[in-house]
């Protein structure tokens, strides 16, 4: 039996936020918008879809496709699911586990090694984000997925990628990011971002998601923004700070720091000088990283030896 999911947009309040953009303009941004597939199923559940995606060939003409959730192969009818179901033997994403705990696992995925995974991976994410280009090079790039775990395997819920070739001049350390349509609004979009901040800090890269961000990736990146300076100013044996101060803690870019601290009204101006003006306010409680979990180690300067350390049972 599936479940019919409708793949949540962007909520009123988020719309609000941003610029709402006329058919027309989206159509002038994306000439090649129209949708071809209509519906994903996936497991037990089904989902409308959102954006083009260019599946291939017969593929791509299908109203309705369906999608191993384990190894992401697309196939045009139940039978052929059925059949790939049988001898799939994939419980967990194609790399090495990188983190455990409380039930939510990493992998990280090189584009060199899975590359048929990491592009029907990308196939999938483009039925849900309408920037994204596809990228047919995913050799490019490291993907990390998270997985939520259960005697049946290890589910995916959401994933980032990185671009592997990056230098002083490319200071993205998060490509693209999705949460599954079926996962949004369950707090793991801020995981991927905390995981893909605790990764730059690691790597002593200071960076930032790639732009432009799409509305939901907007909103996630302002609430974990948010979230992260908070806290920082929270501490209270701090009494002042720097906005330098704030991005050497949190690796935000200072961009970032000053939009978010704008947009929150955390800055008022105090004799001719912009004084931070904020009482932080006792925030949700939020899925975290136990950063003690996480096994894995950077080679920062030398790429092409990067290699994730071997992780224990986590
Ligand atoms: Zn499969």
Redesign the pocket.
């Known amino acids: 039996m599936t479940t019919e999911l409708v793949a949540p947009r962007p909520s009123a309040k988020t719309k609000l936020k941003t610029k709402v953009k006329t058919k027309t303009q989206k159509e002038e941004e994306h000439p090649h918008v129209e949708k071809n597939i209509y519906h994903v199923i996936m497991g037990r559940y089904k989902m409308k879809t959102w954006y083009h995606s260019p599946y291939p060939d017969e593929y791509g003409r299908a109203e309705t496709l369906w999608i191993?959730p384990?190894?992401f192969?697309y196939m045009l009818t139940q039978m052929q699911y059925d059949r790939?179901?049988a001898k799939?033997r994939?419980r967990h994403p194609p790399g090495d586990e990188i983190y455990r705990a409380g039930g939510l696992s990493f992998f990280e995925v090189d584009g060199r090694r899975q590359t048929i995974y990491c592009r029907n991976l990308c196939l999938f994410t483009k039925l849900f984000l309408d920037h994204k280009s596809v990228d047919a090079d995913v050799t490019r790039f490291l993907f990390y997925v998270l997985t939520e775990n259960d005697s049946e395997g290890c589910h995916i819920v959401g994933y980032f990628s990185q671009n592997i070739e990056w230098n002083s001049d490319y200071c993205f350390h998060l490509a693209c990011i999705l949460t599954m349509p079926q996962h949004q609004r369950k707090g793991f979009g801020k995981v991927l971002i905390e995981f893909s901040y605790i990764i730059a800090k690691a790597e002593n890269r200071l960076g930032g998601p790639e732009k432009p961000l799409s509305d939901l990736g907007k909103s996630s990146f302002m609430s974990y923004w948010k979230d992260a300076i908070f806290e920082f100013l929270a501490d209270p044996s701090r009494k002042e700070c720097t906005i330098d101060d704030i991005v050497a803690e949190t690796y935000i870019q200072k961009a970032d720091v000053q939009n978010t601290i704008r947009e929150a009204n955390m800055v008022k101006l105090h004799r001719n000088m912009m004084v931070l003006h904020c009482h932080p306010k006792p925030r949700k409680p939020r899925r975290r990283i136990d950063r003690s979990r996480i096994h894995w180690v950077p080679l920062p300067t030398m790429i092409e030896k990067r290699r994730p350390l071997i992780l224990g049972d986590g």
Do not use: E
């Open positions: 191993c384990f190894c192969k790939h179901k799939c994939l």
